[in-house]
């Protein structure tokens, strides 16, 4: 069989360099990246991870420089490049906001008419104000846009907004969002024509596959009265076929299962009805089917 080294495009420092290194090294890649030298070979898979800039990922991949890369939604949707998503990969959360200064009295999308919004997105505010039929004036910043209210240039801002903390400290509240965003992996056009074809392509799938899917899940282990084994293991459901017990003394038994995270705690609050002990929950690192 051929073996094609796969070229992967990440953010070099920034919002999404530490979660890209993170799916990586989940997936069981193994590479050294000390001084996140630009081109880093990865030692037991054919792959190449190259370290750049974000704002230069979205033209490797559509031109085939890289076959890979990892970044904002935001991109995609601003910039339309010619590039097919294949994952969303659950890190690097953000949205598209419209926000205005805290004693504005805009309140309302009506009320966006005819002023001045300051924003690093035009053409996704474009097509938002286009949507909703609403003529205002773009004022295009490469940076620092939370400061345009303040400066007297724009009434509104339309940024990228995740904990809120920058809003508040410049004296801002959201109006509206305009979209939500999330890293994700793209391809080259060429490259995910083939994939049903490219084995290495598949099997690097696969790997990211089995790592998004884990992180919805934990394990979680207890010691239970062999009494409530069998009403415990109607509440506990679990992935199919997981749930796993073993009889740890006359009359309690070691219980094992994988569950979501957001039925967690309230299974758990379940399992204590039943005097379960010893409850020790851990991460699930990958579910491969
Ligand atoms: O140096 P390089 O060009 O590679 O990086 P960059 O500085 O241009 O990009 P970077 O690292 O800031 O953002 C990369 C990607 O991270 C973006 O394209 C988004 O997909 C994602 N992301 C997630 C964010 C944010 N959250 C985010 N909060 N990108 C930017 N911000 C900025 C926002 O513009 C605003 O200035 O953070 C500020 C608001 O954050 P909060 O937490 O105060 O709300
Ligand atoms: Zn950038």
Do not use: H
């Not at 530490?18 to 590479?31: Q, T």
């Not at 054919?46 to 990922?57: A, K, M, Q, S, W």
């Not at 060429?190 to 394990?219: G, H, I, P």
Request: with cysteine; proline share 3%.
């Amino acid at each position: 069989m051929k073996t094609t080294t796969i070229k992967l495009a990440v953010q070099k420092d920034g919002r999404l360099a530490e979660g890209s290194l993170v799916l990586l090294r989940k997936a069981g890649l193994d590479f050294e990246c000390y001084t996140r030298q630009l081109l880093c070979p990865c030692r037991n898979f054919p792959l190449e991870i190259l370290f750049v800039r974000d704002d230069d990922i979205a033209g490797y991949v559509e031109s085939g420089v890289v076959d890979l890369g990892i970044l904002g939604q935001n991109i995609l949707y601003e910039s339309r490049p010619q590039v097919r998503k294949l994952l969303n990969l659950q890190f690097g959360r953000c949205s598209l906001s419209l926000s205005v200064p805290k004693d504005s009295n805009i309140s309302t999308l009506k009320e966006l008419s005819n002023k001045t919004i300051a924003t690093s997105y035009p053409n996704s505010v474009r097509a938002y104000l286009g949507k909703n039929d609403i003529e205002a004036n773009i004022l295009t910043l490469s940076g620092s846009v939370e400061i345009a209210p303040a400066l007297g240039i724009a009434d509104v801002i339309a940024d990228l907004l995740s904990s809120g903390s920058t809003l508040k400290m410049n004296d801002l509240k959201p109006l509206q969002t305009i979209y939500e965003s999330e890293a994700v992996l793209i391809a080259n056009r060429n490259l995910s024509a083939t994939v049903d074809s490219n084995a290495q392509l598949r099997a690097l799938l696969l790997r990211f596959e089995s790592v998004l899917s884990a992180a919805n899940y934990k394990n979680v282990s207890m010691e239970i009265p062999i009494l409530y084994l069998s009403k415990a293991r109607k509440i506990l459901g679990g992935i199919k076929g997981s749930i796993r017990t073993a009889q740890s003394s006359r009359d309690t038994a070691v219980l094992q299962t994988v569950i979501t995270q957001d039925r967690l705690w309230e299974t758990v609050e379940k399992m204590k009805a039943f005097g379960v002990s010893n409850i020790f929950v851990s991460p699930v690192e990958n579910i491969i089917s």
